[in-house]
């Protein structure tokens, strides 16, 4: 494969010409290079010409293409760029082919359009062959979860920004069921939790953490107020809660029994991140966890139904046996 400055010279003539648009014999180019100083025969050409189309090392695939019957060669297509700007090995390509495909669930919120360009960007100017590119238009090779665009995901810009730029926000908040309040905070964290988006920020009445869900705001506005750094740590924070509710409360110890085939499911796929097994056998599949319960951690274990059962506290126990028991009367 050439590689010399001479080589590198020669692939520049060619792409200034062919880029000029039109169809050129291999004997013009031949004239162009040997005019700047660089004598080259023919058959030289004719391999610059192939390499610069097909060389996987070169990685260049211009959309060169030649007419068999005027014997001459052209662009299908302009190219944005001749030297590819990034150098990825297959490694890295394969996890950019991941990652365009786990984004692509987003693909409805329009906020997330710049994110679609800049993939691009990265695609458009590296060395991708065009059989690995036709890998990143099909949706057939991996699909994710389908995200369906939801009210509120347009706020997402101005509260990156604002948490960025520590500036105090004004938000106007409509609860269920509820009056609309406005609210000022201190913005730290964008957070998503089963589809549905949250801001976590800082309450400047109260100085206490409140999170809103995006799709209950009304409007944001940003003020020129700046805060201090604060600091907060959401991995702690979050530690012990189910899903985006974080109660005041010590978390407990909850112990589950389990039958045996929703074992295999918890096992590589732990019900929360503080799940422990205290038993793994034939008959059962008993864990324990720790955490603040909440609506949704109330939701979860119903979820499972029959397949569990709550071993200890009383107190939770208790009150899935009473939901389990109004539900009942609903088919009486």
């Known amino acids: 494969m050439p590689s010399n400055k001479e080589a590198l010279k020669r692939y520049r003539i060619i792409h200034s010409i062919l880029r000029r648009g039109g ?35 070169l990685g260049f695939y211009l959309p060169i293409k030649q007419d068999k019957r005027t014997k001459t060669f052209y662009y299908e297509e302009i190219p944005k760029n001749f030297f590819p700007i990034l150098e990825l ?40 062959s065009p059989q690995i590119l036709e890998l990143f238009e099909k949706e057939t090779i991996l699909e994710t979860e389908k995200y369906p665009s939801i009210h509120g995901i ?46 976590i920020g800082i309450n400047t009445k109260y100085e206490s953490i409140i999170t809103f869900a995006l799709d209950r705001i009304d409007n944001i506005t940003t003020t020129d107020q700046k ?21 005041e409360e010590e978390p407990i110890e909850v112990i589950i029994c389990f039958d045996p085939d929703q074992g295999s499911y918890l096992r590589t796929l732990p019900i929360h991140p503080t799940q422990k097994i205290l038993k793994d056998n034939s008959k059962e599949f008993l864990i324990s966890i720790k955490v603040k319960p909440s609506y949704e951690f109330y939701s979860k274990l119903k979820s499972y139904g029959e397949q569990a059962k709550i071993i200890s506290p009383q107190c939770v126990s208790e009150q899935i046996q009473a939901s389990f028991k109004k539900a009942l009367k609903n088919y009486n």
């Open 89 to 128: 090995n297959s490694t890295e390509i394969d996890a950019l082919l991941l990652y365009n495909k786990m984004v692509n669930q987003y693909k409805e919120y329009s906020i997330f359009s710049k994110v679609f360009k800049a993939v691009k960007k990265v695609i458009d100017n590296s060395n991708i």
């Open 154 to 199: 347009e706020f997402i810009p101005e509260i990156l920004d604002s948490i960025q730029n520590r500036k105090i926000i004004e938000i106007q908040y409509t609860k269920f069921h509820g009056q609309s309040k406005k609210h000022l905070i201190k913005p730290l964290l964008l957070k998503e939790d089963k589809r549905m988006w949250y801001i």
């Open 23 to 57: 169809k050129y014999k291999t004997s013009r180019i031949v004239e162009v290079c040997n005019n700047q100083g660089i004598p080259v025969s023919l058959r030289t050409i004719q391999n610059d010409l192939k390499d610069l189309a097909e060389d996987t090392e």
């Open 227 to 247: 805060f201090e750094t604060v600091n907060f740590d959401s991995e702690r924070y979050f530690e012990y809660s189910f899903g985006i509710t974080v109660s």
